[in-house]
């Protein structure tokens, strides 16, 4: 009989940064469809040379990368679950993660992705600002999230 896997949030290795990517494009198809393709391949790159593996990224592996999460400095620049796993959990637990070693947190996110925007609500973060991605032309909301004194 196999072994069951075991749900687990560890440092994103060299190994896995195209199965992490793989989760990116997945995901970023349905929440981010009013973006160019342009621009996601841009991202996409600036993740795989700089964001992966030179910044705080913690993947949760259950039986494959199933959702990654990128921080530095108290700043949040991405959550990504597989569409796939979505509904389950996996984000807020990625979020916990961060969460547990952080005073604050911040991040962007695109005034379109409502259902980001819903997500990280219930997670208590804030939205701060409103402002224009630069990039892109669209809106961009500003959400902070506080420890409890």
């Known amino acids: 009989m196999g072994a069951l896997s075991e749900r687990v949030i560890r440092r994103i290795t060299a190994d896995d940064v195209e199965e992490t990517i793989g989760v990116f494009r997945a995901s970023c198809g349905p929440s981010h469809a009013f973006l160019k393709p342009d621009f996601l391949g841009r991202t996409e790159q600036k993740m795989r040379e700089r964001t992966l593996l030179g910044w705080d990224t913690y993947v949760l592996v259950d039986g494959g ?29 990625l979020v916990d993660h961060v969460k ?50």
């Not at 990368?65 to 921080?71: A, E, N, S, W």
């Not at 620049?77 to 984000?91: E, I, K, M, N, S």
């Not at 997670?123 to 990039?135: G, P, S």
Request: aromatic fraction near 12%.
């Open 65 to 93: 990368i199933r959702g990654f999460i990128c921080v530095c400095g108290g700043f949040v620049d991405a959550l990504f679950v597989d569409p796939r796993f979505q509904g389950r959990g996996l984000g807020k637990e």
């Open 100 to 149: 547990s070693g952080a005073q604050a947190l911040i991040l962007s996110v695109f005034a379109q992705n409502a259902g980001a925007i819903r997500f990280y609500q219930r997670e208590e973060f804030w939205a701060v600002a409103v402002k224009d991605h630069h990039e892109t032309g669209e809106t961009i909301v500003l959400l902070q999230w506080k420890a409890k004194a």
